[in-house]
């Protein structure tokens, strides 16, 4: 089960982003311009990809790489909803606190469990629903900080502009996942030549908000190019290289598994985090984030594991043919 292994890696580097972010900060701040590592990752995933095709030519037969413009022109549809997402994500902070919206997030659980259904119609069983909203109920419980706390009313305090906000966040990123598997599992083209259309769109968009910083701006800083690298450091880097290379995890699930599996190892991640936490950087545990942790592991199981392990199955009795008896019917009897 290739699929389990490259989840695995994805919940280990996904839980490491933060941690590694973090440490990339001086004093609690950043040195470099943040919007500078998306860029660069977007190139990374891109020279990767491209590195791959090129072996994966050598080969023979050669892979198949379709060129049609009508199949290309879909591929920058995901960078697009990414960018709406961003904007969506910038505007709904104006209206919610960081651990709301953290928790509205949790919402994209179970939204892309619904497209999931809807675009890619992919039935999923009663006991499979079951765990997803047991997924996003672990997850929201591990970031619910306690009732005595302030910002325990805050969650529910935020105006309806804060929460229609949060709500179409989780959705355009449900519908940018799912529509990524769309796109990846349209055709039987080679996994890489699909990343380099994706990346190069991605990379494309990346710039285009560097340049309009700089507008915004007045380029006081000067151009992006001249100040690209500047305040980076080997954590920084680090930041660059796991962010490209769960970039290129997650394109590989979505070819060759699916977003829910995407969905289980980003929401493991975020607890392995927390919990790694604990010991970096003096992070308290609380009660929830034990029950969240709990909750989430009992989800994972009901979704994985096979139906007989969580429902008892009536066993099928075999009849030995040598117990049966033949019992004479005379033809002259009436029925």
């Known amino acids: ?9 994805l919940t280990v580097l996904t839980s490491s982003q933060g941690i590694l972010t973090t440490l990339s900060q001086t004093n609690g701040k950043y040195k470099y311009d943040y919007a ?40 920058p549809i995901p960078s697009v909803i990414y960018l709406i997402h961003n904007n969506v994500q910038f505007s709904t902070l104006m209206y919610v606190d960081t651990s709301t919206y953290q928790i509205m997030g949790n919402l994209k659980i179970v939204t892309t469990g619904i497209l999931f259904r809807l675009f890619l119609k992919k039935k999923l069983s009663n006991l499979k629903w079951m765990a997803i909203v047991l997924l996003a109920v672990g997850t929201t419980t591990s970031q619910v900080k306690g009732c005595g706390e302030a910002s325990c009313d805050s969650l529910f305090s935020a105006p309806i502009q804060g929460y229609m906000l949060g709500i179409l966040s989780a959705c355009l990123s449900a519908l940018a996942g799912v529509y990524t598997e769309f796109l990846m599992k349209k055709n039987n083209d080679s996994l890489y030549w699909q990343n380099i259309q994706l990346y190069t769109f991605g990379s494309i968009f990346n710039m285009a908000r560097l340049v309009m910083d700089d507008f915004r701006g007045g380029f006081e800083k000067g151009p992006w ?41 980003t929401s493991m991640a975020m607890l ?46 075999k009849s030995d043919p040598e117990s049966l008896v033949n019992v004479p019917v005379d033809p002259k009897t009436d029925s």
């Open 36 to 75: 500078t590592i998306p860029f660069l990752a977007e190139v990374f995933k891109l020279m990767v990809s491209g590195v791959f095709l090129w072996r994966e030519r050598k080969k023979s037969p050669p892979p198949k790489m379709t060129t049609d413009w009508r199949t290309v022109r879909l591929f």
């Open 225 to 265: 190019w001249q100040r690209l690298f500047n305040g980076y450091s080997i954590t920084t880097w680090l930041v660059v290289l796991n962010l490209g290379s769960t970039g290129l995890l997650v394109s590989w699930l979505m070819k060759y598994a699916d977003n829910i599996i995407k969905v289980y190892s």
């Open 272 to 317: 392995l985090t927390m919990v790694l936490s604990v010991f970096l950087f003096s992070f308290k545990p609380t009660l929830q984030l034990f029950l969240g942790i709990i909750i989430c592991i009992m989800s994972l199981h009901m979704y994985f594991a096979p139906p007989n392990m969580l429902v008892d199955m009536p066993s099928t009795i």
């Open 1 to 9: 089960m290739k699929w389990c292994f490259v989840a695995s890696l």
